[in-house]
T-cell receptor, first 112, second 112 residues
Framework: DQQVKQNSPSLSVQEGRISILNCDYT??????FLWYKKYPAEGPTFLIS?????DKNEDGRFTVFLNKSAKHLSLHIVPSQPGDSAVYFC???????????FGTGTSLTVIP | SQTIHQWPATLVQPVGSPLSLECTVE??????LYWYRQAAGRGLQLLFY??????ISSEVPQNLSASRPQDRQFILSSKKLLLSDSGFYLC???????????FGPGTRLTVT
């Protein structure tokens, strides 16, 4: 059972525009969320996190928004750059858990 | 700074052959360690995690096993590989459970 879902397998955006990647989860116990970026044949790289006590966290061009009532989070990249082209994974965990649950990923292509 | 190593980077093995993938972490003590698999077109599936030497938890029944003979060494093994074991294997570490995980470069395993 997929507890973390990324329903868009791919997304294309023009350079300079905003990229919005979405993630939904089913377990209301999740309280900590991560976004990772992955290039082909490499390990994922941690991007940004958010705790359930917040609804927004910003780091440079990357902002993560959390809507707990909708069990939804999103990653905004502004402005998008060609180097942002990669697969993005969201992940979630709960307070007493020992693991993160990962979504299936969204492949972002930023068109120059 | 902390560094995580995985080897080999790529591996082609026949069905029925054994497997040993190694992961080591530098620059930290008593990390949580994880083995993930990413099958083609799929998300990250947690296979094993370890909170200390000799402590292994398995998340998915399979013909794989893991061991942690030293604090910063994590080994993924199989006695007899199946075709379905093909995939991209990732090792990761974290300071504690429910904190960001940092991934190694991965091993591309092809079982023929």
């Amino acid at each position: 059972d997929q507890q973390v879902k990324q329903n868009s397998p791919s997304l294309s955006v023009q350079e300079g525009r905003i990229s919005i990647l979405n993630c939904d989860y089913t377990n209301s116990m999740f309280d900590y969320f991560l976004w990772y970026k992955k290039y082909p044949a490499e390990g994922p790289t941690f991007l940004i996190s958010i705790s359930s006590i917040k609804d927004k966290n910003e780091d440079g061009r990357f902002t993560v928004f959390l809507n707990k009532s909708a069990k939804h989070l999103s990653l905004h990249i502004v402005p998008s750059q060609p180097g942002d082209s990669a697969v993005y994974f969201c992940a979630a965990s709960w307070p007493t858990g020992n693991q993160f649950y990962f979504g299936t990923g969204t492949s972002l292509t930023v068109i120059p | 700074s902390q560094t995580i190593h995985q080897w080999p980077a790529t591996l082609v093995q026949p069905v029925g052959s054994p497997l040993s993938l190694e992961c080591t972490v530098e620059g930290t003590s008593n990390p949580n360690l994880y083995w993930y698999r990413q099958a083609a077109g799929r998300g990250l599936q947690l296979l094993f995690y370890s909170v200390g030497i000799g402590q292994i938890s398995s998340e998915v029944p399979q013909n794989l096993s893991a061991s942690r003979p030293q604090d910063r060494q994590f080994i993924l093994s199989s006695k007899k590989l199946l075709l379905s074991d093909s995939g991209f294997y990732l090792c990761a570490w974290s300071v504690t459970a429910n904190t960001e995980q940092y991934f190694g470069p991965g091993t591309r395993l092809t079982v023929t």
